[in-house]
Nanobody
Framework: VQLVESGGGLVQPGGSLRLSCVAS????????MGWYRQAPGKQRESVAR???????NYADSVKGRFTISRDNAKNMVYLQMNSLKPEDTAVYYC?????????WGQGTQVTVSS
């Protein structure tokens, strides 16, 4: 399975971004999908996840600001990020959750800075 993330960029504090991830080559709809992030010098951490039926779960640090969604027909998962903070700066990745099954994609860089 190939994962391709997109949608990152440079945004000011308080701004918004919408990340997208497309998965190819597998039965995407069977899997719980998640967004992860890795900041410089830190371990990769789970940000949000969504089951095949749409049940969501968020890390405390993003709860109320981020929204995960998916389109099984398109093999895509999204992360709407609002009220961004400098501490959200990281490379964002998607993969299965809670266990990572597939190889990581290249990720998409999100930088929150004034």
């Amino acid at each position: 399975v190939q994962l391709v993330e997109s949608g990152g960029g440079l945004v000011q504090p308080g701004g918004s971004l919408r990340l997208s991830c497309v998965a190819s080559g597998s039965i995407f709809s069977d899997y719980t999908m998640g967004w992860y992030r890795q900041a410089p010098g830190k371990q990769r951490e789970s940000v949000a996840r969504i089951t095949s039926s749409g049940i969501t779960n968020y890390a405390d640090s993003v709860k109320g600001r981020f929204t995960i969604s998916r389109d099984n027909a398109k093999n895509m998962v999204y992360l709407q990020m609002n009220s961004l903070k400098p501490e959200d700066t990281a490379v964002y990745y998607c993969n299965t959750a809670p266990a990572v099954i597939w190889s990581w994609g290249q990720g998409t860089q999100v930088t929150v800075s004034s």
